[in-house]
């Protein structure tokens, strides 16, 4: 089973980036699929992004052109880039990577993210 660590998480002024990491216990090749998701106060889990095997990104309309996904295959981690931060952007952001072989999903425990207007 994978172990999923989410950080970079924290507190920053509306316009402002941060770098989120996500490190998985090890290499597992039968994911195929890594992404993030987020969840503000009260409000049900949205998709963010996504990145596949094979490097092809795809992200939500609320944060394309603001946010990067990007993968280290050597350190087994996965990124968020986040750019010009919005209010409407903290949540805590949830790591999730999908493994073929059991046909399932893994889930980080999560870290916050809050931007101050």
């Known amino acids: 089973q994978v172990r999923l660590a989410e950080s970079g998480g924290g507190l920053v002024h509306y316009g402002g980036s941060l770098k989120l990491s996500c490190a998985a216990s090890?290499?597992?090749?039968?994911?195929?699929?890594w992404g993030w998701y987020r969840q503000a106060p009260g409000m049900k889990r949205d998709w963010v992004a996504t990145?596949?095997?094979?490097?092809?990104?795809q992200y939500s309309d609320a944060v394309k052109g603001r946010f990067t996904i990007s993968r280290d295959d050597a350190k087994n981690t996965i990124y968020l880039q986040m750019n010009s931060l919005e209010p409407d952007d903290t949540a805590v952001y949830l790591c999730?990577?999908?493994?073929?072989?059991?046909?399932?999903?893994?889930w980080g425990q999560g870290t916050t993210v809050t931007v101050s207007s």
């Open positions: 999730t990577a999908h493994d073929t072989f059991v046909n399932g999903d893994y």
């Open positions: 090890a290499n597992f090749p039968s994911i195929n699929t």
């Open positions: 990145i596949s095997s094979d490097g092809d990104t």
